[in-house]
């Protein structure tokens, strides 16, 4: 129950194009939903976050997409670049503070943008 | 503003040796989260620490312990090492009563021969 279940595993898209990366997870503790982003021998970095509370959440680019009843979000990358070329990671953690905020992890995305 | 480093960056090992790893979270935060993230995988819980005590712990044999100092700061230990454990271990910060979000370290890839 504390997966959270990540597709596609990989992708390629044209520069200028839209990636669409899904999420989908079973615990209905988890409250808090964010996207990272990680290049090669790097750690991951915070793209963007949301909460059950909203169904779209958008920063620059980068769009998440929340569906509370079907357990499932998506990250929307629009107009690609060629730097957007890395591993795109979901997670999900439980709004329990007092028992820590683990971080259940996605499998992982690779996106690669040809120019 | 530091952000969360980690040491060392690469470390070698042999099966059955220990090893330790360094986490400084970044500032102003109080609790460290450990994560292992084998080759092509997402990254794995190991376990939280906050006010010097492990609060929360992922599925890991007891092989693998942690500490967290007075300021903030922490380490993994690993000890009995296996070929398995070869993979990036990730520290991550934040304020335990803050908004959720966790930064992550550049790592530390141990590679175990």
């Known amino acids: 129950q504390q997966q959270v279940k990540q597709s596609p595993q990989s992708l390629i898209v044209q520069k200028g194009g839209i990636s669409i990366i899904n999420c989908a997870y079973e615990?209905?503790?988890?409250?808090?939903f964010p996207w990272y982003q990680q290049f090669p021998g790097k750690g991951p970095a915070l793209l963007i976050a949301?909460?059950?509370?909203?169904s779209e959440k958008k920063e620059g680019r980068f769009t998440i997409s929340f569906n509370k009843s079907a357990k499932q979000f998506s990250l929307h990358i629009m107009d690609s670049q060629p730097g957007d070329s890395a591993t795109y990671f979901c997670?999900?953690?439980?709004?329990?503070?007092?028992?820590?905020?683990?971080?259940?992890f996605g499998g992982g995305t690779r996106v690669l943008v040809k120019p | 503003d530091a952000g969360v480093t980690q040491s060392p960056t690469h470390l070698i090992k042999t099966r059955g040796q220990q090893v330790t790893l360094r986490c400084s979270p970044k500032?102003?935060?109080?609790?460290v989260s450990w994560y292992q993230q084998a080759l092509g995988q997402g990254p794995q819980f190991i376990f939280q620490?906050?006010?010097?005590?492990?609060?929360q712990r992922g599925n890991f044999p007891d092989r693998f312990s942690g500490h967290q100092f007075p300021n903030y700061s922490s380490e993994l230990n690993v000890n009995a090492l296996l070929l398995g454990d070869s993979a990036l271990y990730l520290c991550?910060?934040?304020?335990?009563?803050?908004?959720?979000?966790?930064?992550f370290g550049p790592g530390t890839r141990l590679t175990v021969l």
């Open positions: 991550a910060s934040t304020l335990l009563m803050g908004t959720d979000t966790q930064y």
């Open positions: 949301i909460r059950p509370d909203v």
């Open positions: 615990n209905t503790a988890f409250d808090y």
């Open positions: 620490y906050y006010e010097e005590e492990e609060r």
């Open positions: 997670a999900a953690s439980p709004r329990i503070k007092a028992a820590g905020n683990k971080l259940t």
């Open positions: 500032s102003g935060h109080d609790t």
